[in-house]
């Protein structure tokens, strides 16, 4: 079946621009996460979906950062006025919603602020 | 608050040696631990997980790791590596209790294999 979906894969924009990133789960799966991976870094956690709500917004950095999620199923990760430093790849991971419940990883975007 | 440490940044190991790579949590009550491998250029993948039962959970690719409560540790093993082992190996925890609780990754130890 499909996996988790990313796109766009790569996003290149200038510094101050907003730009949107979404993630398509796998069918079914209730909980969302955003993470955020510096290059070759560790995983940093954005925010976390249960259905359309949002739990835990506690990693998003600053209030450029924004994140919805629609009809329990798509979602979009929004930066706005972006910087150098939010350059990274944005990985979406979901997974059907028991809390032993494995995580399934989108291929992620990689986004470059010039 | 739940937390996950992976102390070493990197692990060298000569393949055909036994591999260990280090993880340390703290969570209120008992946790559930997952092991996740990126390779270069793929996507994270999962490993292994312990929930609950025999501490020593075995996983994918030949890994197991062991659950060790009373030094809060679960440390992935593997008796031989192999040079393809060579990837990052994430680390994660989520604590039981409510709804809400999130998972949360260590910083990651890029594990490198030598012939």
């Known amino acids: 079946g499909a996996g988790v979906s990313q796109s766009p894969s790569n996003k290149v924009t200038e510094k101050g621009k907003d730009v949107e990133l979404r993630c398509d789960p796998i069918?079914?799966?209730?909980?969302l996460y955003w993470y955020r991976q510096s290059l070759g870094q560790g995983l940093e956690f954005l925010i976390y979906?249960?259905?359309?709500?949002?739990?835990?917004k506690s990693g998003l950095p600053s209030d450029r950062f924004s994140a919805e999620r629609t009809g329990g199923s798509v979602s979009t990760l929004t930066i706005q006025r972006t910087q150098q430093e939010d350059s990274a790849v944005y990985l979406c991971?979901?997974?059907?919603?028991?809390?032993?419940?494995?995580?399934?990883f989108g291929p992620g975007t990689r986004l470059t602020v010039l | 608050a739940q937390s996950v440490a992976q102390p070493e940044d990197q692990v060298n190991v000569a393949e055909g040696n036994p591999l260990t790579v280090k993880c340390t949590y703290s969570?209120?009550?008992?946790?559930?631990l997952f092991w996740y491998v990126q390779y270069p250029n793929r996507g994270l993948q999962f490993l292994l997980k312990?929930?609950?039962?025999?501490?020593l959970v075995k996983g994918s690719y030949g890994f197991e790791a062991e659950f060790n409560k009373s030094q809060t540790s679960f440390h992935l093993k593997k008796p031989s590596a192999l040079v393809s082992d060579s990837a990052l190996y994430f680390c994660?925890?989520?604590?039981?209790?409510?709804?809400?609780?999130?998972?949360?990754f260590g910083s990651g130890t890029r594990l490198s294999i030598r012939p």
């Open positions: 991971a979901s997974n059907p919603g028991d809390r032993t419940d494995t995580q399934y």
């Open positions: 969570v209120s009550g008992n946790p559930y």
């Open positions: 312990y929930i609950t039962g025999d501490n």
């Open positions: 979906f249960q259905g359309n709500s949002a739990p835990d």
């Open positions: 994660a925890v989520r604590g039981p209790y409510s709804s809400a609780s999130k998972i949360i």
């Open positions: 069918s079914g799966h209730t909980a």
